[in-house]
C-alpha cells in the first residue's frame, strides 16, 4: 500500500517481539526495522519477521514515520525524547518514564510537535475495559487484585510500575477524576524492589479504590469489583467475563424480583493488536490517543504517589521500637 506508515521497533525482547508481529500484519504498517543493541536478538526478530536488523535506533532516523519503544523502562526517556525530537510518532510501552518531571517533558514535547505519543497501557484496549466504561456509571468503590508467580523479566522496576500501574489507569479511565490522596503499604519480598503492594486511592469525586499487585503469588490472577448505587459488577479480567447485579426495585417489598442480574459476553480480542491498530489510526487522522502522554503522566504520578507511601510506611515499621513478646 502507497500509504502504509514505516515502523520501526526499538527492543527486541519479550513485548518488543510481539509489537513487531502485530505491524507485520497490520495492513496500515510497513515494518522497516528491528532495533536492538543485542544483535543476535535483534537479528532473530528483524529474520522473523522480515523487516532489516538495526543496532542503534539513532540509525533509523529519516527511514521511518512512527516506533514502538519496548527496551526497559530506564531507557524510555533518552530514547523517545530523541525521536519526538526528530519528527516521529511514537508508542511507548508502559510507563512512559520512570520519573513524572521525564513524562512530562515527553508529553510536552509531542504537543509542541503536534506527534502522536501513545502510552501502552494495553488494559486500555481490552475487550473488558471497553465493556466497563459503558457499563459504569459514578462508581463508588473498586477492588482490584493482579498477581502473578516471580518472574526474571520487567524486574528492573518495582510492581507498582511493573503491574499495579495497569489498574492504577484503568480506573482513572473509568472514574474521570483526579486523584487526591494515597495510602499505602508493600515491601519488597524476592527481589531489591517492592514486590508486594497494597494501596488505597481517594479520588476528588470521593471514589475509592483499593488495589492490590504481587508479582511473588503462586498464581496468576486479574480480577476487579466495581461497586456504584444500586450497581455491583465483578470482573475477571484474565478471563474475560463481567457479571454482577443491578437493583430495579425496592427488595423490601418485590424480594429477589427486585435485584436484576447481569452477565456480560465479552468478545475474545487480541487487546495488543488494538493498542497498534489505534496508534497507527492516530497517525493516519490526526486524532488523540486514548493513552496520550498526559494520561501517561497522570498514571506515572499515582504510582509516584503510591511509592512515597509505601516508602513513609516502610521507614516508619523499620524505625519503630521492636514489641516485647510475652515469655521474654
Same mark, same amino acid.
Given at each position: 500500500m502507497?500509504?502504509?506508515?514505516?515502523?520501526?521497533?526499538?527492543?527486541?525482547?519479550y513485548?518488543?517481539?510481539?509489537?513487531?508481529d502485530?505491524?507485520?500484519?497490520?495492513?496500515?504498517?510497513k515494518?522497516?526495522?528491528i532495533?536492538?543493541?543485542?544483535?543476535?536478538?535483534?537479528k532473530?526478530?528483524?529474520? @522473523?519477521f522480515g &523487516?532489516?536488523?538495526?543496532?542503534?535506533?539513532?540509525s533509523?532516523?529519516?527511514?521511518?514515520?512512527?516506533? %514502538?519503544?519496548?527496551?526497559?523502562?530506564?531507557l524510555?526517556?533518552?530514547?523517545?525524547?530523541?525521536?519526538?525530537?526528530?519528527?516521529?510518532?511514537?508508542?511507548?510501552?508502559?510507563?512512559?518514564?520512570e520519573?513524572?518531571?521525564?513524562?512530562?517533558?515527553?508529553?510536552?514535547?509531542? @504537543?509542541?510537535?503536534?506527534?502522536?505519543?501513545?502510552?501502552?497501557?494495553?488494559?486500555?484496549?481490552?475487550?473488558?475495559?471497553?465493556?466497563?466504561?459503558?457499563?459504569?456509571?459514578?462508581p463508588?468503590?473498586?477492588? !482490584?487484585?493482579?498477581?502473578?508467580?516471580?518472574?526474571?523479566?520487567g524486574?528492573?522496576?518495582?510492581?507498582i510500575?511493573?503491574?499495579?500501574i495497569?489498574?492504577?489507569?484503568?480506573?482513572?479511565?473509568?472514574v474521570?477524576?483526579?486523584? %487526591?490522596?494515597?495510602? &499505602?503499604v508493600?515491601?519488597?519480598?524476592?527481589?531489591?524492589?517492592?514486590d508486594?503492594?497494597?494501596?488505597?486511592?481517594?479520588?476528588?469525586?470521593?471514589?475509592?479504590?483499593?488495589?492490590?499487585?504481587?508479582?511473588?503469588?503462586?498464581?496468576?490472577? #486479574?480480577?476487579? #469489583?466495581?461497586?456504584? #448505587?444500586n450497581?455491583?459488577? !465483578?470482573?475477571?479480567?484474565?478471563e474475560?467475563?463481567?457479571?454482577?447485579?443491578?437493583?430495579?426495585?425496592?427488595?423490601?417489598? /418485590?424480594?429477589?424480583? &427486585?435485584?436484576?442480574? /447481569? !452477565?456480560?459476553?465479552?468478545?475474545?480480542?487480541? %487487546?495488543?493488536?488494538? /493498542?497498534i491498530?489505534?496508534?497507527?489510526n492516530?497517525?493516519a487522522?490526526?486524532?488523540?490517543?486514548?493513552?496520550?502522554?498526559r494520561?501517561?503522566? @497522570?498514571?506515572?504520578?499515582?504510582?509516584?504517589?503510591?511509592?512515597? !507511601?509505601i516508602? /513513609?510506611?516502610?521507614?516508619?515499621?523499620q524505625?519503630?521500637?521492636?514489641?516485647?513478646? &510475652?515469655?521474654?
Open positions: 502507497a500509504d502504509q506508515i514505516r515502523v520501526a521497533v526499538v527492543g527486541a525482547g513485548f518488543g517481539r510481539f509489537h513487531a502485530h505491524y507485520s500484519r497490520n495492513p496500515r504498517a515494518l522497516v526495522a532495533v536492538d543493541t543485542n544483535e543476535d536478538r535483534a532473530a526478530v528483524a529474520a @522473523e &523487516a532489516p536488523a538495526a543496532f542503534d535506533y539513532r533509523i532516523l529519516g527511514q521511518v514515520d512512527a516506533v %514502538s519503544v519496548a527496551t526497559p523502562t530506564p524510555h526517556f533518552e530514547i523517545t525524547r530523541a525521536l519526538l525530537e526528530a519528527g516521529l510518532h511514537v508508542l511507548v510501552e508502559k510507563p512512559i518514564a520519573s513524572v518531571e521525564s513524562a512530562s517533558t515527553l508529553a510536552s514535547l509531542a @504537543e509542541e510537535r503536534k506527534l502522536v505519543l501513545q502510552v501502552g497501557h494495553i488494559e486500555r484496549f481490552s475487550s473488558s475495559y471497553n465493556t466497563l466504561a459503558k457499563v459504569i456509571t459514578e463508588l468503590y473498586f477492588e !482490584s487484585y493482579r498477581i502473578a508467580p516471580w518472574k526474571n523479566r524486574v528492573e522496576v518495582d510492581v510500575l511493573d503491574l499495579m495497569h489498574d492504577i489507569d484503568m480506573i482513572i479511565g473509568l474521570a477524576s483526579p486523584v %487526591s490522596k494515597v495510602d &499505602a508493600g515491601t519488597p519480598v524476592l527481589g531489591q524492589r517492592i508486594v503492594a497494597n494501596a488505597r486511592i481517594t479520588f476528588e469525586s470521593g471514589c475509592i479504590a483499593n488495589v492490590t499487585a504481587s508479582r511473588v503469588a503462586y498464581k496468576t490472577e #486479574r480480577r476487579m #469489583r466495581v461497586f456504584a #448505587r450497581h455491583y459488577l !465483578s470482573c475477571d479480567l484474565g474475560g467475563r463481567i457479571s454482577g447485579y443491578r437493583l430495579r426495585g425496592d427488595p423490601m417489598t /418485590e424480594g429477589l424480583a &427486585a435485584i436484576a442480574m /447481569e !452477565s456480560y459476553e465479552i468478545p475474545k480480542q487480541d %487487546s495488543l493488536a488494538n /493498542e491498530d489505534a496508534f497507527l492516530c497517525i487522522t490526526g486524532t488523540k490517543p486514548l493513552v496520550d502522554g494520561a501517561g503522566c @497522570e498514571a506515572l504520578r499515582v504510582a509516584s504517589m503510591i511509592n512515597e !507511601s516508602e /513513609e510506611h516502610l521507614l516508619k515499621v524505625g519503630a521500637p521492636r514489641l516485647s513478646v &510475652a515469655g521474654e
